[in-house]
């Protein structure tokens, strides 16, 4: 069958995805992941090409019945003979266009970055929760009242208090009064104390292993319950098939999270998805696996930024056809045959790798530091500083104390 000599093809231009560069012959040729690909089936073909960008830089959403935007509507209104650039095939898009022969399929999923926590001034009292810590100051005041009572005042309350307080830290006791009735108390009191510092020094030798970080979302649920609470927003690019399904899933925490984006406009160009999809450490982007997967699933980005397993929505991906479209057999040929040869994903794997290359630089301000700098020790000085201090009072304090009891004695 004889094809024509050009075709002319709709697609986004997207670096490292589908990119157009000259010859020096005055010639074209592509590049990126769908580039190369349709470059082999081009050229299995023997078709030249001429590649139309939509103004709208859009895939294509139905807006009005028969009215498409983006790659879509140039195919359905004639003014390309086929489009490309990861699109869904769906019943809708059927009535407008025919579709090639699906060369992957797609689903819809989140990115996000981990989540992490810093050491903080008060990190280690969080190895016990509140009531904890109340219960063991509630049973240090009263411990030290039944003392203070047992001993029948010969003991000084603070004393008393101080003492019980060492002995948490594992420290001796020093009570002066010794009889069946304190030992019977303080056998008990050293029991629970031993029990206490144990336990804590357990969590806080887990902790310096590995530090808790901050639970990082995981599935769509996780992320509605977050943006329904403020703690994170979600974003979807406005011109991909997972602004509907967000928008009408039959999921009703996902709607949640479609009445959110609505409400706040939390919406990605085309330009925005490419280039900076990750707009903050407390965001989430909702997009097509297969494209996040192609940005994050490679180099020190699979470590640093989580490409959630729940995935739902699945969708076949192929290429755009015009209705009349003169050649759809033949083109749904080579495209199987280069499929099945992993031609496919050759190309979608090189042109990742070149992502990251080229992308890795913007994305540094994410990475964590791993070496303590003197910001890390702060708090510790802090203390540190506020403890001396404290010390330098009470010195000052003895001091005063001891010449005001020379004075009286002196005076007597």
Known sequence: MEFPRKWIIAALNMSNIFEVHKKPNGGHYLSGGEGEFLQDILTKLGIDFEIAFPKDMEFGRELTPGNWTGIIGMVNRGEADIGISGLGIFEDRFRAVDFSFPYTTDGITFVMIKQTSKWEAL????????????????????????????????????NI??????????????????????????????????????????????????????KTVETFHELSEAVDKGALRAFVPKSTFALPFVMNSPEESIRLIGRKI?????????RELMTHP??????????????????FQVGEFKSRILISKH?????????????DFCCTAELRKVISR?????????????????????????FEDIEEDNMLAI???????????????LALLVFLAEILVYHLKQKRTKRN
């Open 338 to 362: 280069l499929i099945s040869a992993g031609i496919f994903t050759k190309c979608f794997k090189t042109s990742s790798f070149k992502n990251w290359l080229a992308t890795s630089k913007p």
């Open 311 to 323: 995935e739902t929505y699945f969708a076949s991906t192929g290429m755009a056809l015009r209705k």
């Open 161 to 214: 208090l101080l003492d019980l307080f060492r002995a948490i830290l594992k420290q001796p006791l020093n009570l002066q009064k010794n009889h069946l009735k304190t030992k019977f108390i303080t056998c008990s009191w050293l029991i629970l104390t031993s029990m206490l510092a144990y336990f804590y020094w357990t969590g806080l030798q887990a902790f310096l292993t590995k530090p808790a970080g901050v």
């Open 375 to 389: 910001e890390d020790f702060s708090d510790v000085f802090l203390m540190f500083s506020v403890g001396l201090f």
């Open 262 to 270: 609505a409400e706040n406009n939390w919406y990605l160009t085309t």
């Open 278 to 295: 990750l707009q903050s450490k407390d965001a989430a982007t909702i997009a097509s696996r297969n494209l996040l997967k192609f940005m």
């Open 123 to 158: 990190e280690f009292i969080r190895f016990f929760d509140l009531w904890t810590w109340f219960s063991i100051l509630g049973s240090l005041l009263f411990m030290t009242t039944a003392l203070f009572m047992i001993t029948r005042h010969a003991e000084w309350f603070d």
